[in-house]
């Protein structure tokens, strides 16, 4: 609506709001979230991580992709024909792999010293080196990051410096205020969901404030778009052994290396796959049995539990 350069001013502003809040400490009203609206959250972006990703399991390769739910089913309802089984062979095996640990290192690897390296590397990330290559070995008919996207960059953004006027910050106030608050709101219950998953110590909701708001602040200059703390990589970090922030660093450090060094590589790495471990991590983050448990819960809490998932499937 507002063009890109706007988008990256309101970004700057939005990031300058996100440092104040932490700064005068307004991050610990995180605490009041009931558990309820956290439960349904999460589930419900597990719902819609699995969703967006059953069009690359099937190999549909629809012109543009709606963002709501209903529409999603409908455009992927209506590619039925595109139907790729060799990308939903290679998607099912990946989650057969994922879901069997034991079968994630080759047979020929085991008493080695290469199954002992193998053997400390997430699965996801051993899945997707070896189905990566079978696709380029046997040269599937599969959408892969390269053919998609036209690979990746090789070198870091330059920075820029946007276009922007007083008289035109005015009519960002609004854009400013719901960037600011969404990131702060999605990146405080991704810090709830990953204290509830870990025994590592409690996050500070100031200190990440501060921090997601100089990210943000600065990102813009180089291209960036608004950026927050999110549930699917953070819960795939932890589910392939994170326990400390550090694990964040070490994120950060591999897409640097894949940018600078192994661009050419990730550009053949298959969709279906891609696809195939982010239902794992959609099925591993969700809190499924407490479906289960409502009935042991007081109206209030099932109907703040059931509505949050609801919302937030549907309503996005």
Known sequence: RYGLANLLISTVLAGGILFAMGLFRLGVLVRYIPVSIVIGFTNGIA?????????????????????????????LWACREQFNPFALGLGLTTLARLFSPSGIVPLALHSTRGFRL????????????????????????????????????????????????????????????????????????????????????RHDPNQELMAQGIANMVAPFFGGIPATGTIAR?????????????????HALALLLVVLVAAPLASHVPLAVLAGILLFIAWNMGEWHEFFKLRQYNYTYRTILVGTFVLTVVVD
Do not use: Y
């Open 47 to 75: 719902v819609l991580i699995a969703l967006s990703q059953l069009k690359d399991l099937l190999g549909l390769q629809p012109a543009s992709m709606p963002a709501d739910f209903v529409g999603q089913l409908r455009t």
């Open 234 to 250: 953070t819960v795939t970090n932890v589910r392939a052994g994170a326990s400390s922030p550090v694990a964040g660093m070490v």
């Open 118 to 201: 193998a053997s400390r590397m997430p699965g996801p990330m051993m899945v997707l080196i070896t189905m990566g290559a079978l696709t380029a070995l046997l040269e599937l008919p599969v959408a892969t990051i390269g053919s998609k996207f036209g690979g990746i960059p090789q070198s870091l953004p330059a920075f820029v410096w946007p276009e922007f006027s007083w008289e035109g910050i005015r009519h960002l106030f609004m854009p400013t205020v719901t960037i600011a608050l969404l990131g702060a709101i999605e990146s405080l219950l991704c810090a709830r969901v990953a204290d509830n998953m870990t025994d590592f110590r």
